[in-house]
């Protein structure tokens, strides 16, 4: 009787003892991610779940807000559309550490024949074979290193000519909207980068495609939303706005064919170098090329690209000019900078920024407290884990840079404007992985550069130039989203008074650009 019950215990024990090894090993090694619980989510309203929250405005605010009290990655929907949300630095950080080629598409393309976030688009396509080829020759002809030294003599005229603008005004006492004279500055040479031998001739083009430009900002918001919708709902959606987004796509349309055209009549004739559309319409009839692409391509391509570079950079122009007026100490250490590096006789010009770093600095932290495209928008392939939840396959990830730049787990201060941030070498390298201005990863923003140079040296030109003066008692620093932009409610309004009487563009011309 005792052994039969030894043996039973025995068998019992080992029994049990299994078990526990089995769950053990499920755990260490089997246990899926799918295990994981969702992120938590905010209340929300019966059958549209949260999109009151993404109807809000400012959207950015909203967001930061829930954040706060809900936690830094929560899982929203609208409808049954799965929409995570992330707001912290350490989680971009690990998600773009190590999940950045599974979320290195923005979802599908919503309105099929548009030229914008069409079925052509370069900034919606997925992470394939077109993607690349346009990536790479997005980096060898305009916006990498090389093709900006190439291309630096059409930025130093567009530089001229906004000083001029600025002085002309000093001299008849008016006031300036900074953010119209920065528009036009970054616009113009934006316009001249893509099209350039065909913006002289063809005038009224620039000026075209601004007012385009400016409206498809304002539609840029609803092509998210719908984006974000289930497809039922696309339909209805896109019924509604479908006229005003084919009227303007039709006249991008026209506008670009007409200088394609130009292009193919003038090519062979004597031009001072190729610009964008000559090595567009190349691959376009290479037919040796990595990916074979079309005339859509090329405009399509040429919309997302005055889309996503002339109003960004704008911006931050006017937001960093208002920072800078606000703060006597920041515009006496700036001008002392430009003062003894580029001296009172010159304008700055682009190759006097790496000597600069209290400008860059500047520049870094007003793009950190008001970040143009707060929000950004990507895709999950797979499902996937991060601080500790899991994100579904299938699932739109939203980014909100606004929170992750003012963390205050990571940040001294966030929400204070402090240049001298930017300037200390330890800093910098940590801050790499916070700082999301112009997102990260292979789908990170590849007009950085570009947009240093636009704003630093705008900025410089605006501080070594002038003094300046304004009305109100204080600078309003209101923001307000228009699109999907992060914009001063009340545009800066300012009149400049030359700090020399000469204008110093004259002494410019010996650089011998
Ligand atoms: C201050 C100026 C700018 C800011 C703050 C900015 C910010 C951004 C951000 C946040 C993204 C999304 C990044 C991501 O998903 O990780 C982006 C994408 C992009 N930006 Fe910019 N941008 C600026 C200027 C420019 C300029 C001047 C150009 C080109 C002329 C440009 C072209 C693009 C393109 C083509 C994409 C899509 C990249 C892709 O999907 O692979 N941006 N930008």
């Known amino acids: 009787m005792m052994t039969t019950i030894i043996l039973d215990f025995q068998k019992y024990f080992i029994f049990i003892f299994l078990c526990f090894f089995s769950l053990l090993c499920y755990t260490l090694f089997f246990r899926k991610p799918k295990d994981f619980p969702l992120?938590?989510?905010?209340?929300?309203?019966?059958?549209?779940?949260?999109?009151?929250?993404?109807?809000?405005?400012?959207?950015?605010?909203?967001?930061?807000?829930?954040?706060?009290?809900?936690?830094?990655?929560?899982?929203?929907?609208?409808?049954?559309?799965?929409?995570?949300?992330?707001?912290?630095?350490?989680?971009?950080?690990?998600?773009?550490?190590?999940?950045?080629?599974?979320?290195?598409s923005r979802g599908f393309p919503p309105t099929e024949a548009s030229l914008f976030a069409g079925s052509f688009s370069f900034i919606s396509a997925p992470n394939g074979d077109y993607w690349k080829f346009m990536k790479k020759v997005i980096?060898?002809?305009?916006?990498?290193?090389?093709?900006?030294?190439?291309?630096?003599?059409?930025?130093?005229?567009?530089?001229?000519?906004?000083?001029?603008?600025?002085?002309?005004?000093?001299?008849?006492?008016?006031?300036?909207?900074?953010?119209?004279?920065?528009?036009?500055?970054?616009?113009?040479s934006?316009?001249?980068?893509?099209?350039?031998?065909?913006?002289?001739?063809?005038?009224?083009?620039?000026?075209?495609?601004?007012?385009?430009?400016?409206?498809?900002?304002?539609?840029?918001?609803?092509?998210?939303?719908?984006?974000?919708?289930p497809s039922w709902v696309q339909k209805l959606v896109l019924s509604l706005f479908k006229k005003k987004m084919e009227v303007l796509s039709n006249s991008f349309n026209e506008l670009l064919e007409k200088t394609l055209v130009e292009h193919e009549r003038k090519q062979g004739k004597h031009h001072h170098g190729k610009d964008l559309m000559d090595v567009l319409l190349a691959a376009c009839g290479d037919e040796n090329a990595a990916y074979k692409i079309t005339r859509n391509h090329i405009k399509s391509f040429c919309v997302d690209l005055l889309f996503a570079g002339t109003t960004t950079p704008a911006i931050p122009i006017e937001w960093i000019l208002a920072e800078i007026i606000k703060s006597p100490k920041t515009l006496e250490r700036l001008r002392g900078e430009l003062?003894?590096?580029?001296?009172?006789?010159?304008?700055?010009?682009?190759?006097?920024?790496?000597?600069l770093p209290y400008l860059q600095a500047v520049v870094k932290e007003g793009l950190r407290l008001h970040p143009p495209e707060p929000i950004f928008e990507r895709f999950s392939q797979e499902g996937f884990k991060v601080g500790g939840f899991y994100v579904p396959e299938k699932t739109s990830l939203m980014v909100n840079a606004y929170a992750v730049m003012r963390d205050p787990n990571y940040w001294v201060d966030p929400d204070e404007f402090k240049p001298e941030r930017f300037l200390e070498e330890e800093e910098r390298?940590?801050?790499?992985?916070?700082?999301?201005?112009?997102?990260?990863?292979?789908?990170?923003?590849?007009?950085?550069?570009?947009?240093?140079?636009?704003?630093?040296?705008?900025?410089?030109?605006?501080?070594?130039?002038?003094?300046?003066?304004?009305?109100?008692?204080?600078?309003?620093?209101?923001?307000?989203?228009?699109?999907?932009?992060?914009?001063?409610?009340?545009?800066?309004?300012?009149?400049?008074?030359?700090?020399?009487?000469?204008p110093l563009i004259l002494n410019l011309k010996s650089r011998g650009l």
């Open 139 to 188: 980096v060898t002809n305009l916006l990498g290193p090389q093709a900006l030294k190439r291309s630096q003599s059409v930025r130093a005229d567009e530089l001229d000519r906004f000083y001029n603008n600025l002085f002309e005004k000093a001299v008849k006492k008016e006031t300036v909207e900074i953010f119209e004279e920065a528009m036009k500055l970054t616009n113009d």
């Open 190 to 229: 934006i316009c001249k980068l893509i099209m350039g031998r065909c913006c002289p001739e063809e005038k009224g083009v620039v000026e075209r495609v601004k007012g385009l430009v400016t409206e498809l900002d304002v539609l840029s918001k609803t092509v998210l939303l719908e984006n974000l919708l």
């Open 429 to 502: 390298k940590e801050q790499a992985l916070k700082y999301i201005a112009f997102g990260s990863g292979r789908r990170g923003c590849p007009g950085e550069n570009l947009s240093h140079i636009f704003i630093g040296t705008a900025i410089g030109v605006m501080v070594q130039g002038f003094e300046w003066r304004f009305k109100e008692e204080k600078v309003n620093m209101e923001e307000t989203i228009v699109g999907l932009s992060l914009t001063m409610a009340h545009p800066l309004k300012l009149t400049p008074i030359a700090r020399t009487p000469n």
């Open 39 to 104: 992120p938590p989510s905010p209340p929300s309203l019966p059958i549209i779940g949260h999109l009151h929250i993404f109807l809000s405005v400012p959207i950015h605010r909203s967001f930061h807000k829930l954040s706060s009290k809900y936690g830094s990655v929560l899982y929203l929907r609208i409808f049954n559309c799965p929409i995570v949300l992330v707001s912290s630095a350490s989680v971009a950080y690990e998600i773009f550490r190590a999940h950045d080629v599974n979320i290195s």
């Open 339 to 355: 003062d003894s590096v580029v001296g009172t006789k010159r304008l700055i010009q682009e190759t006097d920024l790496p000597n």
